[in-house]
Nanobody, 124 residues
């Protein structure tokens, strides 16, 4: 059974930092793209960042470029999202995803595996 378990969410002040982690089990994803999506109340789920199987290629949502960094350690089957200079508009539930055919894939239907989500709340 494949599981993606996120951790690292919480409450942080604007301008602060958080590091999200996603531990995968049940299969390895070292030949597949992985990513982070987020969903704020009343909004659609959006793709925040994706990373290729090797980690050599990444995509970022324009609003997080220069502030967030996605990374993966295939030997640990783990995905990360370093969030710096966070803003109140970053408040959302953040989801880890895996199994994408390409890091260029940015829709929810492109990723068959999902974590349960972790809440990130940024106070002003």
């Amino acid at each position: 059974q494949v599981q993606l378990v996120e951790s690292g969410g919480g409450l942080v002040q604007a301008g602060g930092s958080l590091r999200l982690s996603c531990a995968a089990s049940g299969r390895t994803f070292n030949t597949k793209a992985m990513g982070w999506f987020r969903q704020a109340p009343g909004k659609e789920r959006e793709c925040v960042a994706t990373i290729s199987w090797s980690g050599g290629s990444t995509y970022y949502l324009n609003s997080v470029k220069g502030r967030f960094t996605i990374a993966r350690v295939n030997a640990k089957n783990t995905l990360y999202l370093q969030m710096n200079s966070v803003k109140p508009e970053d408040t959302a539930v953040y989801y880890c995803t895996a199994g994408g055919d390409s890091f260029l894939r940015k829709t929810t239907s492109d990723y068959p595996y999902w974590g349960q989500g972790t809440q990130v709340t940024v106070s002003s």
